[in-house]
């Protein structure tokens, strides 16, 4: 695409409006970092690039189900062999619930390793009169409410950097070391502890997963020389917010450029204007792209960015992470899904219901209600039912931990337990429990779709 629009180029953002950026007191420590940080090796390959790609050409043409998911934000504090664990467990576990119940096959992708930038509502933030710059993840600043901490520092994006890059080596320990074959299946129970009944019912599931498969043995199947056995694809993702960091992990393959700081980048809601730097940047590599669509955006919004971010209308390319809040979702969707199909495109549509419900609680934080998750996620496949087109996938904000952030699920969190165990240093996840609950319901709207 690049090659027949001439005026791409890596830097051509920055002759554009940009949003949501630092504002680095030092211009030329960040030159000097963004020099290094060009010269270092990419986190990913531009060959995985174009495997997710193909695998999402599947999900395009409604035979896959896309899961991307993870914490809202990466931190350096919270980085440990448990942390990366947990989120790929309940990822595992997650897809293999929607495989086998949704009977459908699933892609995945983590909100992981590389994101750590936020955009936000507000530049500053208050606290008893005091007004500081508000916190945009770990790559800019602190999240501690001191002077010293809100000042951005170019150093934190070589920091996030190594932390993709040791996140990465773990990942592909993990999915590639046999611990995610299909045998493990009965390990990756994260929610086990949180909701005995869940847990009974992934377990009977694991067990007739592994009676099927001894089956297949039995009669003969070298099931040891199928992959799935041994390994499984996670790839990588982040909102690709800061520009300044994301050109230095461009890279050319042949004569295309791919951006090879993860597999699928996103561009989130706050920057998704069609004439700024974030689309101009965006249009230029063949990663997967995906684009966050709000409750403002306009058929012809969504339509722009199709032609933008996708002229070609390459399968697997454009996914469209709605994220409209549970009321009226469905009209909402319904109009939008229509006018796509209409405009003869096969677009990926995935649902992320978890920014469009953001509320206060009464006790004070921010908070989600699993019921008003859930509901999105219903209007999604009924406006997708009504329209024709196929719902793609799911974008959550979720932990393996028994954190207490979002309210409701069976395990039933309440307003007054939100003190317990709340630890995003961003937006609310859902835990182990409701992470596995949420995708046996998707799963039954799957089969039933
Ligand atoms: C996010 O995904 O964490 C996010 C900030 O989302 P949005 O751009 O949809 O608000
Ligand atoms: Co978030």
Redesign the pocket.
Known sequence: MNQIDKTWGPQSWRSKPILQQPNYPCKESLVKVCEELSSMPPLVTAREVLQLREELANVAAGKGFLLQGGD??ESFSEFSDEHIRSVVQVLLQMAVTLTYSGKCPVVKIGRLAGQFAKPRSADLESVDGVELPSYRGDSVNGSDFDEASRVPDPQRLLSSYNQSAITLNLLRALTGGGYAGLRNVKEWNRAAMLNPELAKTYGAMAERIHESLDFMEACGLPLESFSSMNSTALYTSHEALLLDYEETMLRKNGAEWFNLSAHMLWIGERTRQLDHAHVEFFRGIENPVGVKVGPTATAADVAGLCDLLDPECIPGKLILITRIGAEGSFEKLRELFTMVKESGREVIWICDP??GNTVKSTSGYKTRKFDAIFTEVQNFFRAHKAAGTWPGGLHL?MTGKDVTECTGGAINVQDEDLNQRYETP??PRLNAAQSLELAYLVASELKNF
Do not use: S, T
């Open positions: 809202c934000a978890m920014h904000e961003c937006d």
